[in-house]
C-alpha cells in the first residue's frame, strides 16, 4: 500500500530516450520493519543509462533510478532497533530479498535463490515498481538499511554502496587483501578506482591496465597505483606476464581475455564485475596455469557493513564531482563518454526542492 501522498518528487525518465525530468510520486507507507530515509546524496552509477534507455528491453517506466543513496533517518517503525532519527545511512543495489534462503542467511542478499528486489525497476513483494535514490526520500526495510559512520562525508560514502561494494566483495571473497600480493585493474573508472584504493589498502602490489594513456598521471600521483600498463602496447603486456596474482576487471566495453589470462601467475583469478558484450577465451588460458575466472555482483549486507567500517577507518574516499540534479542528464552523457573523475554524486539535499 502506498501512503496515498504524491509527496516524494524525484527525477524520472519516460522512455527509451531516458531523459529525466521532475516527477511526483507516492511511496508506500512506513511499515513496522521500516525506515523512512531522508535523502541528501546520490552517486550517478552506469546502470543509470542501461535502464533509463532500455538497454535490457525490461524498463518499467516511469522509472527513477540510483542505487548510491545516502541520508539522514527521518522515521523509523515500531520493530525497528537498530537505527534511530538522525542517524547517518545509506541503501544500496536491492531493497528486498526472501530472508530465508541460505544465501540471505549468509549475509549474500543480492545473490537471494528468489531473486532479490533492486532499488529501482524491479517488482516489489507488494506488487509495486521500485523507485530510486534520485528522489527526496526512500522507505527501505531496515535490513537493507546501512549506518554510516558519523565522520564519513555523506557525499563520499553514496558511491561506495554500488561502485565501492562491487569490487570490494570480490576482493574479500577471493582473498585479495593478503599483504605483498600482485593485483591488476582493468579499466580506471568508478569501480576501477576504487580497487586500486582497496588494493593499496590491503598492502596490494598494484597495476592499472587502461586503453588510454591519459589516464597514467592519475593512476600512479593520484591513486597510488604501482604501475601502468598501455594495454593495447604489446611490449608493456609481454613485460608483466605472469606477474599478477589476481585481476579484477572492470572494462564494460568489448575486449580480448586471453591477453590477460596471460599475466596471471600459476593458480590466478581473474574477476570479472564489468559487463562486456560477452566473454571469449582459450580454454588453454584456463588449462595450462591451474587459473581461474570468477564474475560478481555487487555484495551481501555483510560485506557492505565491513567495507563502510574499513573504508572510515582506512580514510578511503572516492574521487568524486558533486553536481545538482538539473545536470543530470549532462552528467549522464559525459559518464557515456568516460568523462568523469571518478564519480558523479548528486547533491539532492540542496537542489531537488
Known amino acids: 500500500m502506498g501512503s496515498g501522498k504524491e509527496d516524494c518528487l524525484g527525477y524520472a525518465a519516460r522512455d527509451s530516450s531516458g531523459v529525466l525530468s521532475p516527477f511526483h510520486f507516492s511511496r508506500r507507507a512506513i511499515g513496522v520493519d521500516d525506515i523512512s530515509i531522508s ?3 546520490c552517486g550517478v552509477c552506469y546502470a543509470e543509462v542501461v535502464w533509463t534507455r532500455n538497454k535490457h528491453g525490461d524498463a518499467k517506466y516511469p522509472v527513477v533510478p540510483g542505487h548510491e543513496i545516502v541520508g539522514l533517518v527521518k522515521e523509523v517503525g515500531s520493530n525497528v532497533k537498530g537505527f534511530k532519527v538522525g542517524d547517518h545511512v545509506g541503501v544500496g543495489t536491492y531493497v528486498n530479498s526472501c530472508r530465508d534462503c541460505e544465501y540471505c542467511n549468509d549475509g549474500f542478499e543480492v545473490y537471494c535463490s528468489k ?7 524491479h517488482v516489489d513483494v507488494d506488487g509495486t515498481i521500485t523507485r530510486g535514490g534520485f528522489s527526496t526520500y526512500v522507505v527501505v526495510h531496515e535490513r537493507y538499511c546501512f549506518k554510516i559512520p ?4 555523506l557525499a563520499s560514502a553514496a558511491p561506495l554502496l554500488c561502485a565501492g561494494i562491487t569490487v570490494y566483495s570480490p576482493m574479500i571473497r577471493h582473498k585479495m587483501n593478503q599483504p605483498g600480493k600482485s593485483l591488476g585493474v582493468i579499466g580506471l573508472g568508478g ?3 576504487m580497487a586500486v584504493k582497496f588494493g593499496k589498502a590491503f598492502g596490494l602490489n598494484v597495476t592499472v591496465f587502461s586503453t588510454s594513456i591519459s589516464k597514467k598521471e592519475e593512476a600512479l600521483n593520484l591513486l597510488g597505483a604501482d604501475k601502468f600498463v598501455l594495454s593495447t602496447n604489446q611490449q608493456e603486456m609481454l613485460e608483466v606476464s605472469k606477474s599478477l596474482d589476481f585481476i579484477i576487471d572492470t572494462a564494460s566495453g568489448a575486449h580480448p581475455f586471453d591477453p590477460y589470462m596471460s599475466l596471471l601467475k600459476t593458480g590466478g583469478v581473474l574477476v570479472l564485475v564489468g559487463a562486456p558484450g560477452e566473454v571469449k577465451l582459450s580454454p588453454i588460458s584456463l588449462l595450462l596455469g591451474m587459473k581461474s575466472i570468477s564474475g ?22 572516492p574521487e568524486i564531482e558533486i553536481i545538482p540534479i538539473q545536470y543530470v542528464n549532462e552528467a549522464i552523457e559525459r559518464l557515456i563518454k568516460s568523462d568523469i573523475k571518478y564519480r558523479f554524486v548528486i547533491d539532492i539535499e540542496n537542489s531537488l526542492k
Open 191 to 193: 569501480l576501477g578506482h
Open 39 to 41: 535523502i541528501t546524496h
Open 115 to 121: 531473486g532479490a528486489v533492486f532499488t529501482y525497476n
Open 150 to 153: 558519523k565522520d564519513y562525508p
Open 296 to 317: 560478481s555482483a555487487s555484495g551481501g549486507t555483510k560485506d557492505t557493513k565491513e567495507m563502510l567500517e574499513f573504508c572510515a577507518a582506512k580514510k578511503i574516499y
